[in-house]
């Protein structure tokens, strides 16, 4: 009897030791030259990495992939002109996971200048975050499709909508950085934008990256998180405040 409750002690810790590794979110680990490079205090950011996704706008007619510089140990991010969006008066966006945006550019007299705003619900209080929840359950149902992505784990789900009947399937990949400063870009005030809305800041949680989407109006899909490292010198830009 003895021996047989071992046996089964054993199975269960094992059993629960599994589980535990299946819900492990695998980290990203920045390269070396993070340490040596990552200076904001002297007006330097380094991002060891980029989240890349294929997009097709099939209103617009347009296509290509969209580049966002990730530094995995702070979830800062920079949108980077050509990379993510198309105007000329911003060089880079860096985006902070306390909800600031920060926009680098030149003025019309050809000035180097930033401006800083930020967007709340990025960080969002217990009030959004519930809504946000209770949005989830209502507008998403598992079809108990799953796999993995990059070394992440992709859930399969049916995305309905609250004004019309259409339904499309979507698989959101669970990472192990906040993805909100992505969403939060589609509320920026100065005139950036991706190429396709990411307007999913209400209906997703901090963790939870829409990786492959297919509807009439937009095709999105991940196609990389990859070491790709990037630096953004900013000190020559002055700060102006937003109008």
Not at 65 to 86: A, E, R, Y
Request: net charge neutral; hydrophobic share 35%; charged share 25%.
């Amino acid at each position: 009897m003895l021996l047989r409750n071992s046996f089964i002690l054993i199975i269960l810790f094992l059993l629960q030791a599994s589980w535990l590794h299946a819900q492990a979110v695998k980290r990203i680990v920045p390269d070396k030259q993070r340490a040596l490079q990552w200076k904001p205090e002297k007006g330097q950011y380094y991002f060891s990495h980029s989240v890349v996704m294929a997009y097709e706008n099939k209103q617009n007619k347009t296509k290509g992939q969209i580049k966002i510089h990730l530094d995995p140990v702070t979830g800062t991010m920079c949108f980077s002109k050509g990379n993510t969006f198309k105007e000329d008066q911003f060089d880079f966006i860096i985006a902070f996971q306390d909800g600031r945006y920060t926009h680098f550019g030149t003025d019309e007299n050809g000035k180097k200048i930033k401006r800083t705003e930020k967007i709340a619900d990025v960080k969002p209080d217990a009030e959004t975050q519930a809504q946000q929840k209770e949005n989830f359950t209502t507008y998403c149902t598992a079809t108990g499709n799953k796999r993995i992505d990059f070394g992440f784990e992709s859930i399969e789900y049916d995305l309905s909508y609250a004004t019309s009947e259409a339904k499309d399937k979507v698989w959101i990949t669970t990472l192990p950085f906040n993805v909100y400063p992505i969403y939060g870009f589609e509320l920026i005030e100065v005139p950036a934008s991706l190429p396709v809305s990411l307007d999913y800041l209400y209906l997703l949680g901090p963790n939870q990256l829409i990786s492959d989407i297919n509807t009439n109006d937009i095709m999105l899909k991940l196609s990389g998180i990859n070491p790709d490292p990037y630096t953004a010198i900013v000190k020559p830009y002055q700060e102006v405040k937003l109008d």
